[in-house]
């Protein structure tokens, strides 16, 4: 029954925040899956439903995350012209921003005094979970600790970035969906989805890449963290 | 749809294999979804056959990610410690890698197309 209940719950929400972030023609701040989460948070609280349990029962939507990424070769396939044209740019945009997306973590967490492990768990935070939490793995850092700040970099990805494009006046959905999925993984990708779908496959795309990158970056970069 | 939930499911499945077997870094589906970009480059009939349900299934990937967001609430703890300073980072982080990457993928692409270097 935990099980149904979880499941019920989940989609409930997701639809009602789906509802709810199209009657505030989407908003940032009305992100479905950040509206979801958070609601669902609630639940667990007041409910005193503990995670570990609520997690087991909601397995099957969690599931659907790997065919969905699998899912993600298509959109970007149907761009296979445009990603041809813009190739070279977009190479040099995901090394620096890449590297850009690790040092500045790790030079504000230095300069508010977050202690050494923190920081180390901080470099991943612009890659998705997996990939996160191999990275902290490998260099020392908690994996746990980077879950959290890889969503935390979603959620804060998902609301800033509409704002972040207007402020550098750059209207090209295929620049704004990489620069989202590069900074802010999956959940950037969906915010880039409900701008276009072009947008989204490009998005789809960096946060593929910019998994490989900084993989590679931070074990390179790590003799620069205080 | 079943072949096309088969389709995605195989690729994922030779991706994890592939990352188990080598060792790799990066999750399976991940290297699932290059596979198959590969896959539809080497045949392209492919994207009829899961089109209908690989359209579904992005539309909903919000979704997708709830379960494991949720999870946030076993570090509350930790927040009461450093909560300011880990979140104003990330936030200030998340802002100056977006605005760079954007402007200088935007900028390069207007160079690119003013007919290459002179």
Do not use: C
Not at chain 1, 131 to 145: D, F
Not at chain 2, 4 to 20: C, D, Y
């Amino acid at each position: 029954m935990m099980e149904l209940l979880a499941l019920i719950m989940t989609l409930g929400f997701y639809l009602a925040a789906r509802r709810i972030s199209s009657w505030g023609k989407d908003h940032p701040l009305l992100s479905p899956p950040v509206l979801t989460i958070l609601a669902v948070i609630i639940m667990l609280l007041v409910f005193k439903i503990p995670y570990k349990e609520y997690f087991q029962s909601a397995r099957p939507i969690h599931f659907m995350l790997g065919p969905a990424t699998v899912a993600l070769a298509l959109p970007l396939y149907n761009q296979l012209e445009k990603l041809k044209k813009v190739l070279a740019p977009l190479m040099v945009a995901l090394v620096i921003g890449s590297t850009v997306g690790i040092l500045s973590a790790v030079f504000f967490g230095a300069l508010f005094g977050l202690p050494h492990d923190v920081l180390l768990a901080l470099t991943p935070k612009s890659v998705t979970t997996p990939i996160a939490m191999g990275i902290a793995e490998k260099i020392g850092g908690a994996p746990s600790l980077a879950t959290v700040f890889v969503m935390i970099t979603g959620i804060a990805g998902a609301i800033v970035a509409t704002t972040v494009m207007k402020l550098v006046r750059v209207q090209d959905p295929v620049v704004k969906g990489f620069a989202m999925g590069l900074a802010a993984h999956g959940l950037g990708t969906v915010r880039a989805f409900q701008i276009s779908e072009m947008a989204g496959a490009f998005a789809g795309l960096a946060m593929a890449l910019n998994g490989l990158m900084t993989a590679i970056l931070v074990p390179l970069l790590l003799s620069l963290i205080p | 749809m079943i072949l096309a939930f088969l389709i995605l499911l195989s690729f994922q499945l030779l991706g994890e294999a592939v990352v188990h077997s080598l060792n790799l870094f990066i999750p399976g589906p991940v290297l699932g979804m290059v596979l198959f970009f590969v896959a539809l480059l080497v045949k392209p009939a492919l994207k009829e056959k899961v089109e209908v349900l690989s359209r579904s299934i992005t539309a909903h990937l919000a979704l997708f990610f709830v379960p494991a967001g949720v999870g946030v609430i076993e570090y509350f703890d930790l927040f009461g410690r450093y909560g300011v300073g880990m979140v104003v980072t990330i936030l200030i982080s998340t802002v100056i890698t977006l605005g760079v990457t954007a402007l200088i993928f935007h900028q390069l692409m207007k160079v690119g197309s003013k007919g290459g270097p002179a």
